[in-house]
């Protein structure tokens, strides 16, 4: 069992979970359709497509904009989100929490700032091995820019990271670290926790990617002691449009704002504009007000349901996949860390990954095929692509014995 996983959680109850999604009930080329792809997008239930479809229907207007009763009751919800995300990652503050479009934007928010600050000419920035381009590429731009170099963590052959070099790595050129806490193609679950304390024992801050940890694990930014922490709204159950920079408040205080406009200033005039504290100076414009109220309401439901439960139940599903894939000649796995959340990557002898997807969907079963926007990781493991099957909590043993034999039809089909 993963350290990750608490054994004693009571099973979820997986039936009646699975009525609050609609698109579970779909047919697929009229095969019912078996959702494997949670890593590209989670599902929302119902309540959370409720939630936002009152926003629109009866509550719909701008936030922090006047005394309007209905502009007050939709910044009460949107900032009670806020709260709830606040609450979900153990920050200390709702001054920590800033939205942003997703993973992607709260990187290049904090690379753009933060980073710009920091990383001069001759400076370093150290990355993991298994980064997903999101954040790569940012960093990239940014040490082109300063001229700037980027290391890298290296990896196992099983998908860990190789930290016995870690203490070289940083060096005193490194002014930031970014690392991936579960990587969306291997499944491993990174120890950031060591990764953090070990580059703050030489002063250097650590941005941690959660875009695939949070729907599996219990995160606490505090404990975890994160400078920053990142993730999207629409792999937590929530809708797209949303995501979450959490920084610590003495950082997101010292870094100045990004995008400029509405909603961010305290005074403007011609010849100077001052801010707001954060984390409104990193907000300017109008925030996709129904995402975010969307995403409190997906937090509520996975917190109903509870993480651990959650994690214990996706854990099951990934060893009993993990076991009758193994089993199949010509098929490997790649990623067989010891401690993995439930995303599960395999190449097949002779069948491109992009074949293999497209026959499964032939079959219901929805994965993504391709390089996972990590590319550097199919490099390392010398594979031009994957297929990927992620499992959530609605799904089953049954899903995984319909994908088992997709994949076996496709071989026949390619013998
Ligand atoms: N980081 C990881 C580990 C991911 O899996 C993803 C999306 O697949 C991202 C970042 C980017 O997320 P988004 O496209 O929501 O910004």
Not at 106 to 114: D, G, K, P, R
Not at 215 to 227: G, I, R
Not at 317 to 326: N, P, R
């Amino acid at each position: 069992m993963s350290p990750t996983v608490n054994a004693t959680a009571q099973p979820l109850d997986v039936a009646a979970i699975r009525r609050d999604f609609p698109l579970l009930s779909r047919i697929l080329h009229g095969k019912p359709v078996v959702y494997l792809d949670s890593a590209v997008s989670g599902q929302m239930p119902l309540r959370t497509i409720e939630r936002m479809a009152k926003y629109e229907r009866d509550e719909h207007t701008n936030v922090h904009r006047g005394v309007s009763t209905l502009s007050q009751e939709a910044t009460d919800a949107y900032e009670a989100a806020r709260e709830k995300v606040r609450k979900f990652i153990g920050a200390a503050s709702i001054k920590e929490i800033v939205w942003t479009r997703g993973t992607t934007e709260s990187i290049n928010l904090v690379a753009q700032t933060f980073g710009r600050m920091k990383v001069g000419a001759g400076d370093e920035i150290l990355l993991s091995a298994m980064e997903h381009h999101a954040d790569i590429v940012p960093w990239q731009m940014l040490a082109e820019e300063k001229g700037a170099t980027l290391k890298v963590i290296p990896l196992t052959d099983d998908g860990e990271l190789i930290l016995d070099s870690l203490d070289e790595l940083i060096t005193d050129r490194t002014r930031i670290v970014g690392v991936v806490h579960v990587s969306n193609v291997l499944g491993t679950i990174n120890p950031v926790k060591e990764i953090i304390a070990r580059a703050h024992a030489k002063g250097v801050p650590v941005l941690v990617d959660g875009a695939q940890a949070v729907p599996h694990l219990k995160v606490d930014v505090k404990d975890l002691d994160a400078d920053f922490y990142v993730f999207s709204g629409h792999k937590l159950s929530g809708p797209t449009g949303i995501g979450v920079l959490y920084g610590k408040l003495a950082h997101l205080d010292a870094m100045p704002p990004w995008h400029g406009g509405g909603n961010m200033i305290r005074s403007v005039s011609w010849e100077k504009t001052t801010y707001i504290a954060a984390p409104g100076k990193f907000e300017a414009g109008t925030p996709p007000i129904a995402a975010a109220i969307g995403l409190g309401e997906s937090i509520d439901y996975l917190e109903a349901l509870g993480l651990d439960r959650i994690a214990a139940h996706e854990h099951e599903l990934l060893a009993y996949a993990t076991e009758k894939l193994s089993a199949i000649p010509g098929l490997r796995i790649l990623g067989q860390a010891k401690d993995k959340a439930s995303v599960l990557s395999f190449v097949v002898d002779g069948i491109h990954a992009h074949d293999m997807g497209s026959l499964l969907d032939g079959e219901g079963v929805v994965v993504r095929a391709g390089h996972h926007c990590a590319q550097p990781i199919m490099t390392r493991f010398g594979v031009p692509a994957t297929t990927r099957a992620s499992f959530a909590y609605f799904n089953t043993r049954e899903d995984v014995d319909v994908l088992v034999s997709a994949v076996l039809k496709a071989i026949e089909i390619f013998k």
